[in-house]
Nanobody, 113 residues
Framework: HVQLVESGGGLVQPGGSLILTCAAS????????LGWFRQAPGKELEWLCA????????SYAGSVKGRFTISRDNAKNTLYLQTDSLKTEDTAAYYC???????WGQGTQVTVS
């Protein structure tokens, strides 16, 4: 049984930073790749980034590349998203997801204002 639980969202001023955390349980090798999505009000779901099993390889969407950093601590079964230089357009609910898209967390809200 895979479970993903995000935390760390909140209200931040433009230019600020937040660290989002995703606590994962029940993962096996088949779910080694993890990623983050977001959805802003009235907009489509947007893929942000993904990271491979050992954490040495990651990929980013152009909208967040250079500002967001994905990382993972496999010993703690935890995924992170460091968000820097936040903009008002980054306001959204942020979700962690398994690489196959089958499992999603409940989301954590980030509001930049």
């Amino acid at each position: 049984h895979v479970q993903l639980v995000e935390s760390g969202g909140g209200l931040v001023q433009p230019g600020g930073s937040l660290i989002l955390t995703c606590a994962a349980s029940g993962l096996t090798g088949g779910y080694a790749r993890l990623g983050w999505f977001r959805q802003a009000p009235g907009k489509e779901l947007e893929w942000l980034c993904a990271i491979w099993t050992d954490g040495t390889k990651a990929s980013y969407a152009g909208s967040v590349k250079g500002r967001f950093t994905i990382s993972r601590d496999n010993a703690k079964n935890t995924l992170y998203l460091q968000t820097d230089s936040l903009k008002t357009e980054d306001t959204a609910a942020y979700y962690c997801v398994t690489g196959d898209g089958n499992y999603w967390g409940q989301g954590t809200q980030v509001t930049v204002s």
